[in-house]
């Protein structure tokens, strides 16, 4: 009886899954080319388009124009988007969603960690992501320590495992940066490996730094010969890459006294720098902008909370912006949720950014702190076809992101009754995203050998 | 140098500048729109304030400005708002051990502490709230114990609490579900709660019983062992007004199983409640609504973890759609942001099913309905406190600033926010 029972319910799994494919396989080939029309479109490049056409096409943007010039393909699905704001995907350059676990408490400095061996992909994170217009992310291991790990650079595609979400570089290197922090975060006091005072913060990160260094330079003077490299050590080993100024170092830092110590590091060792939060930024803006590195702001509600962070002010976007400096920003979700990331720049409009400035800070300067200006930031023909639609001003309250699309393809469709669950809240929105069809095949499988035994 | 300076100048002087300037006492706000919250917008109107009152509101051309008053003009003029829930005072901006005072852990149940004796009103999130347009705060002991303690309703005029005040007890904070469980000690579970706060509850019934007989003979001028054997306890005293619906009973209750206790209890012991936190309210509306009982809701913008885990930025819509009032809060926060502004909490419910109008009601007039200070603030209207918030825009815009803020009366210092 049961084992009928059983049979019979493996064989309704079945049907489920094959629905399932059926209708995920129809999403996945829907038409190659799409033709927005007649949009608002925010390009993050010299010019915007109040009448425009975007055309998009096998994932990449094909052409982006007033909708006067721009030839659309015949076999181009057109959507007719006036009234609607069209601007490049978000670019959160510090987030921290996917239940990660980065460096553990072993010691201060662990360049080893890898993040993207922690992340759960089907996080509910991830979606309340691209409900907020986001399609790429930085990964980074938590401030708890001086170095806390690699970061992972990811697009927000669907998907099943970790690596549908990498981002390779031309050589097929898993783009990422390496995460450091100074200040109070970092100190443990009665610890005996983690620093118990900044001082003792900076010597440890200068000793791990010229070791990094010292084991570069065994392996540049073993040249050829097996024999003379050093035993490997993947924590050196990405070390090195930062040395080569492919891995970017992100490093969290809020008193102006920590920015200057990390604009020194850089300096000494001549690695290339992102800052993130830079709460006490405007106090130091010619300084930073006269090393030439670029700050990654966090805009949060109110100064305090942490005695870093008591100076921190709407206005740092716009002092920073003034001096010359590229900034950007960030959710560093979960401190600010992933939903409200177009909010970071009204409230930096608010402090006295440029408009154009705070856009371009959620989208183009983020995606130049992740090297992947080259392929997403902006809406320009050959460029990536990551971008959002939105009802209105980006900067206003009242705006919703309607759509988010990643190389091309929907991953966001606030239309949609599970999507639009993500994007507002509500009974069950923050589980785990419900899998589509390896799990249904999985129990399915499970089922039916249940049944035949 | 130069430079820097005149960068840092308004930066150093929204951190510090936050005390109030005496200013004429009598001031005509004139605004291109005046939310009185107590009818239609008035479109290119005046307020006059006269005596830290409201003296007359209504058109440019039915309102007479006394030439010697002082002219204030802007876009939006707004009621000054009120976060119905909030902790900033007792909780301060540096977040250690001694700027906190939101908590104690050494009992599960006390109701007996003031917010009076804790609320520092010179703190500067104090400072940094008014300068968004907030006049009113209730703050108090925060959630986190089974009855942590009571909660006080102020302007943040700074100074002292006792210039400051507008209730000195507002209601008594009590936590029902996980966030009250202790680790070490009782309550551990959601039943044991239960059956420690009905107990406690019921001490005070007998208390306040005794207490009654023992006046009573004493009145009759029978001071005899009645009226002795009743030794004070600060305890079931603040029961009692619980009891005696004199005080309210904050209750901060998130999942749904517990806003139905929290409905239980009230009916149980006919005691006056106000639902705080409430994120998944909407799964209860019937219920709460045929209780009559008003909401006080979490920031929108909250966490969405652990009991917050279903919040919807649509539960404010919700509610008020069936008729149950609502307030807005900036409740407690532990980490950064270290305060919520309830503008930008409230614009999030704007923006999500409850619109303009209702939105600014939740941090305005509904919010002194719930609180019971509607006679003092929440709209303006003449005899009201000149209470009054300036805006050059929409003030739930991200870049709108507020340009002015006047606390009964007074133009405060702080810059535009």
């Known amino acids: ?453 | 140098m130069n430079k820097c300076i005149f960068r840092i100048l308004p930066i150093l002087t929204l951190v510090y500048f936050g005390f109030l300037i005496p200013v004429a006492a009598q001031t005509a706000i004139q605004g291109a729109v005046i939310y009185t919250m107590a009818g239609e917008p008035i479109r290119d109107g005046v307020v006059l304030v006269e005596g830290g009152k409201i003296s007359a509101i209504g058109t440019r051309t039915t309102i007479n400005i006394p030439a010697n008053y002082q002219i204030i003009e802007a876009q939006v003029v707004t009621p000054g708002l009120i976060d119905a829930h909030a902790t900033a005072g007792l909780t301060g901006i540096y977040n250690q051990p001694q700027d906190q005072d939101h908590q104690d852990s050494s009992a599960a149940i006390q109701p007996e502490l003031r917010a009076i004796d804790a609320v520092n009103m010179q703190e500067k999130l104090i400072d940094y709230l008014r300068g968004f347009g907030i006049t009113t705060i209730h703050t108090g002991h925060s959630a986190g114990q089974l009855v942590s303690g009571q909660t006080v309703i102020v302007k943040t005029t700074g100074g002292t609490v006792e210039s400051a005040m507008l209730r000195e007890v507002a209601a008594i904070s009590a936590t029902i579900g996980p966030a009250a469980a202790r680790r070490e000690g009782s309550p551990g579970t959601r039943g044991k709660q239960m059956s420690m706060l009905r107990q406690e509850l019921i001490k005070a019934q007998e208390y306040a019983a005794k207490r009654l007989t023992a006046n009573e003979a004493k009145s009759e001028g029978n001071e005899g062992q009645g009226a002795q054997s009743l030794a004070r306890d600060l305890r079931l005293e603040a029961l009692a007004e619980v009891l005696a619906g004199k005080t309210p009973l904050l209750i901060t209750v998130n999942k749904a199983q517990d806003i139905a206790t929290a409905l239980r209890l009230a009916e149980e012991f006919g005691i006056q409640i106000w639902l705080d936190g409430a994120a998944e309210a909407y799964l209860l509306i019937d219920k709460i609504k045929s209780a009559g009982i008003p909401v006080i809701l979490h920031p929108t913008m909250t966490r969405a973890t652990g009991e917050y885990e279903n919040l919807s930025f649509e539960t404010a819509a919700k509610l008020v759609n069936a008729g149950i009032p609502v307030a807005m809060q900036s409740g407690y926060e532990g980490y950064v942001p270290k305060v919520r502004v309830v503008l930008f909490e409230a614009a999030i419910t704007a923006a999500n099913g409850l619109g303009f109008e209702q939105a600014l009601a939740t941090i305005t007039i509904d919010a002194a309905k719930i609180l019971g200070i509607a006679d003092r603030v929440g709209s303006l209207e003449v005899g009201k406190d000149a209470d009054i918030a300036l805006y050059n825009g929409d003030p739930f815009e991200y870049t709108t600033q507020c340009t002015g803020v006047l606390v009964n009366g007074q133009l405060t210092g702080d810059p535009p926010r």
């Open chain 1, 1 to 453: 009886m049961f084992q009928q029972l059983r049979v019979c319910l493996g064989l309704a799994m079945l049907a489920v899954y094959g629905l399932t494919v059926g209708a995920t396989a129809s999403a996945i080939a829907a038409p190659q080319t799409i033709a927005w029309t007649g949009a608002t479109i925010l390009t993050m490049e010299d010019q915007n388009f109040e009448d425009g056409t975007l055309v998009v096409r096998d994932g990449k943007i094909l052409a982006v124009g007033p909708r006067t010039e721009i030839a659309i393909p015949a076999d181009a699905q057109r959507v007719d988007a006036r009234g609607r704001v069209i601007m490049p995907g978000l670019i959160c350059t510090h987030s921290h969603v996917g239940g990660i676990g980065g460096a553990d408490s072993s010691s201060p400095i662990q360049p080893d960690v890898r993040i993207y061996d922690s992340i759960n992909v089907k996080d509910s994170g991830f979606k309340r992501s691209v409900a907020g217009g986001l399609t790429t992310l930085n990964i980074m291991p938590g401030s708890g320590h001086l170095l806390s790990g690699q970061t992972i650079y990811v697009k927000l595609r669907r998907a099943q495992t970790i690596d549908d979400l990498m981002i390779r570089a031309d050589d097929g290197w898993i783009m990422g940066g390496l995460k450091m922090a100074n200040g109070t975060n970092p100190i443990r006091e009665g610890s005996i490996s983690f620093p118990g005072t900044r001082g003792k913060a900076a010597a440890l990160v200068r000793q791990h730094f010229i070791k990094a260094r010292e084991y570069g330079d065994k392996i540049e003077r073993a040249g050829e010969n097996p024999d003379k490299f050093p035993p490997r050590d993947i924590g050196l080993e990405a070390m090195q890459e930062v040395f080569q100024k492919r891995r970017v170092v992100h490093h969290h830092t809020h008193r102006h006294d920590d920015i200057m110590t990390v604009l020194r590091l850089a300096n000494e060792f001549d690695f290339r720098v992102v800052l993130h939060h830079v709460s006490d930024g405007w106090k130091v803006a010619d300084q930073i902008a006269a090393a030439g590195v670029p700050c990654s702001v966090i805009m949060i509600d109110a100064p305090g909370g942490k005695l870093e962070a008591i100076d921190l002010s709407f206005q740092t976007g716009a002092i920073l912006e003034k001096a010359g400096v590229v900034v950007g920003f960030h959710t560093d979700d979960y401190i600010t949720d992933s939903r409200f990331f177009l909010r970071s720049a009204g409230l930096a409009v608010r402090g006295g950014m440029t408009p154009q400035g705070a856009l371009k800070a959620l989208t183009i300067n983020g995606a130049k702190m992740l090297d992947l200006d080259h392929r997403t930031g902006s809406l320009v023909a050959g460029k990536d076809a990551d971008l959002i639609v939105l009802d209105g001003d980006p900067l206003s309250v009242y705006t919703k992101v309607l759509q988010t699309w990643v190389e091309g393809e929907k991953v966001f469709d606030r239309d949609d009754p599970q999507d639009r669950l993500y994007a507002v809240g509500g009974y069950g929105a923050t589980h785990d995203q419900i899998p589509y069809f390896c799990c249904y095949h999985e129990l399915m499988m499970l089922m039916l050998r249940q049944g035949g035994q």
